[in-house]
Each structure stands twice: as structure tokens, then as C-alpha cells.
């Protein structure tokens, strides 16, 4: 008997605290669960759509879910699509993202904007990094991630939420309390409905540019990863500049990425210099300097399933998106 009570309540302590523990860093944990910005419930979404939904998966950073509006797409071609995306998420966050993307879905097609392949840095803040780390569920790929995100000494709260928002107990809401993972859905496939309008934006003419500029050797090994990644799984992969107002030194780095992806059998398409063609006007297609508003967005993801192989022929005819684009199209209007 005593050697069975020395074998449970140890057993029985650590189940305690681990409930506790989790229930800690549910409530705790910082949530954009409604309005523009509801990261939170557009990563939950797709973890929690049913498996095997997607053919076609986008990823990347803002310009990819401000840009790529699944239900458009659907209601054009029937193919189901999600957009999982963060803000200024990095190449590396993508590469892993992917492979979580991965276990879940076996899509046709993988779209990467890369946009953040013109960047240079070797890290990005904890408002970056807890944005793409916060709602991936935890696994050997997430440690990986936080690995190489962060420094020695920054990492474990990109693992362990608690570490990160042990100190939010001030801010709890109602909602803190009422927040479910499993409950949440986006109703957009993880793309951002922006209705605003900025109608002074800017554009440099870069059809012209034909310098190429070496990428930051980080960018490098994990474009090369996401490469063989998905040669490896069978699925096919495009790479992308979705309309975004770019530079002439990022298009140097585009050019530089069109290069890499030739070399590789990838397809590689800079929409910036195709704005005449999908038809965007610069004072009523963009919420601000780099992203599309929904009147932009819709014209570009009309544009891309006409020009993009893949979507040739397709049209399934189902409605189970219906409802949501409904939703869709009320929401655009309303806000």
C-alpha cells in the first residue's frame, strides 16, 4: 500500500499542476480573436479545419493575407484554399509553418509570397515572433522554430506561453476566461477583409530593374528548404511578389529569388509589374502604401486563378462555402 501511495501522488501532483498549468496559459495568453487584426482565430482556424480541406495553401507574411482572398477564388474556380499567414512572418517561420501545414493537409499547390526575402535580419522582435509562435500547437518543429528565431535566453517563451504572459494578469477580460482553440473559425480562410482606402499611394515603375542582389544567407538556406520541402512532398510550389508597391532594391532581391527558382524548376511571378493587366488603380485598391484593400484583393485573386495553370478547368460546383461567402460580401459592404 505505502508503495502504491508513492507511486500515485506523484502521479496524481503532476497531473494536478499540468491541468493548472494549462489552464494558466489558456487564460493568459494574449488573443486577437475579433475586428480587423484577429490573428488568433485565423491560425486556430486553419488548425482547426478538417483534414485534407485546402488544395491550394498561401503563405507568408501580411502582403500574402491582405492579397489572397480564398472565398473569391472559391466562388471563381470551386477550389478551397486558406491563406496561413502572419505579420512580417520570416522565411524561416514560413519553412516551418509549411511543414506544420503539412501534417494536416496534403494540398496540390503551395504559394509563398516573398516579400520578407528582401529583408536582412537575422531576427525579428518578440512582437513578430510571438505572432507566428503564440497559436502553433507545440511540437518538435515549434521548438525548432523558436530556435531559430530568437537568441540563447528568448526562446523559451516562444515555446512555453506562460513564460511570455505570466505577467498579464492585470489585463484579463471576460474573454480571457471564455477562449476556446478549438472553437475558433474564420469564416475568410485567414484573409484580412480591409475596406479602407488610401487613395494617395505611390508606385516605382520596376519592369526595368535587372540588378540582383544576393540574399541574406539565412533567407537563402530556408528558401532552399522550402524548395526541397515541397519537392519532396509531390506538392507544387509558386512563388510569388504580390502587389505591394516594391523598390527597386527589393525588386533587386525578386530578381535574385527569380533566379533561385529557375535554377530549381520553380515558377517565380512578380506581380508588381503586372498592375495594368490585373487592373489596379493606386487610389482605390489599396488599404495603405503595401497591401491591398478588399476591391484590390478581389481583382488580384480574380487574376491570379485566370493566369495561374493550376486553376485551369476548375470549377467543383459545391456550396458548402456559400454562407461564408455571403458573410464575405456583407461584411465588405458594412465596414
Same mark, same amino acid.
Given at each position: 500500500m505505502k508503495t502504491a501511495k508513492k507511486i500515485i501522488l506523484p502521479i496524481v501532483f503532476v497531473t494536478i499542476f499540468l491541468m493548472l498549468f494549462s489552464v494558466c496559459d489558456r487564460v493568459l495568453l494574449r488573443k486577437e480573436t475579433k475586428g480587423w487584426w484577429n490573428v488568433t482565430a485565423k491560425i486556430d482556424g486553419f488548425y482547426n479545419s478538417p483534414k485534407n480541406e485546402y488544395d491550394v495553401i498561401f503563405f507568408g507574411s501580411s502582403n500574402a493575407y491582405c492579397s489572397f482572398n480564398p472565398l473569391v477564388i472559391w466562388k471563381e474556380t470551386g477550389v478551397k484554399s486558406y491563406v496561413f499567414a502572419t505579420q512580417q512572418q520570416p522565411i524561416w517561420a514560413t519553412y516551418y509553418y509549411m511543414k506544420d501545414a503539412f501534417k494536416r493537409q496534403s494540398p496540390d499547390l503551395a504559394v509563398v509570397d516573398c516579400l520578407m526575402l528582401s529583408k536582412n535580419e537575422e531576427y525579428y522582435d518578440d512582437g513578430v515572433n510571438y505572432t507566428?509562435?503564440?497559436?502553433?500547437?507545440?511540437?518538435?518543429?515549434?521548438?525548432?522554430?523558436?530556435?531559430?528565431?530568437?537568441?540563447?535566453?528568448? &526562446?523559451?517563451?516562444?515555446?512555453?506561453?506562460?513564460?511570455?504572459?505570466?505577467?498579464?494578469?492585470?489585463?484579463?477580460?471576460?474573454?480571457?476566461?471564455?477562449?476556446? #482553440?478549438?472553437?475558433?473559425?474564420?469564416?475568410?480562410?485567414?484573409?484580412?477583409?480591409?475596406?479602407?482606402?488610401?487613395?494617395?499611394?505611390?508606385?516605382?515603375?520596376? #519592369?526595368?530593374?535587372?540588378?540582383?542582389?544576393?540574399?541574406?544567407?539565412?533567407?537563402?538556406?530556408?528558401?532552399?528548404?522550402? %524548395?526541397?520541402?515541397?519537392?519532396?512532398?509531390? %506538392?507544387?510550389?509558386?512563388?510569388?511578389?504580390?502587389?505591394?508597391?516594391?523598390?527597386?532594391?527589393? #525588386?533587386?532581391?525578386?530578381?535574385?529569388?527569380? &533566379? %533561385?527558382? #529557375?535554377?530549381?524548376?520553380?515558377?517565380?511571378?512578380?506581380?508588381?509589374?503586372?498592375y495594368e493587366e490585373i487592373g489596379l488603380d493606386l487610389t482605390e485598391d489599396f488599404f495603405d502604401d503595401g497591401h491591398l484593400n478588399t476591391k484590390g484583393a478581389e481583382k488580384f485573386s480574380t487574376y491570379f486563378v485566370q493566369n495561374t495553370d493550376y486553376f485551369n478547368g476548375k470549377f467543383s460546383g459545391n456550396s458548402d462555402w456559400q454562407t461564408d461567402y455571403e458573410k464575405y460580401v456583407k461584411e465588405r459592404i458594412k465596414k
Open positions: 507566428f509562435c503564440d497559436n502553433m500547437p507545440f511540437s518538435w518543429d515549434k521548438v525548432n522554430l523558436a530556435r531559430v528565431s530568437a537568441k540563447k535566453g528568448d &526562446r523559451l517563451g516562444l515555446i512555453l506561453r506562460f513564460v511570455k504572459y505570466h505577467s498579464r494578469f492585470a489585463e484579463i477580460k471576460k474573454e480571457d476566461f471564455e477562449y476556446r #482553440k478549438k472553437n475558433m473559425r474564420d469564416y475568410s480562410k485567414g484573409y484580412y477583409v480591409l475596406t479602407s482606402t488610401k487613395s494617395d499611394v505611390k508606385r516605382v515603375d520596376t #519592369k526595368n530593374v535587372t540588378d540582383r542582389k544576393e540574399l541574406f544567407p539565412k533567407n537563402r538556406l530556408y528558401l532552399e528548404k522550402i %524548395i526541397e520541402l515541397c519537392k519532396n512532398r509531390n %506538392i507544387k510550389l509558386l512563388l510569388v511578389k504580390t502587389p505591394s508597391n516594391s523598390t527597386e532594391e527589393e #525588386k533587386a532581391y525578386y530578381n535574385e529569388v527569380e &533566379r %533561385i527558382a #529557375k535554377d530549381n524548376d520553380v515558377e517565380f511571378v512578380d506581380y508588381n509589374i503586372l
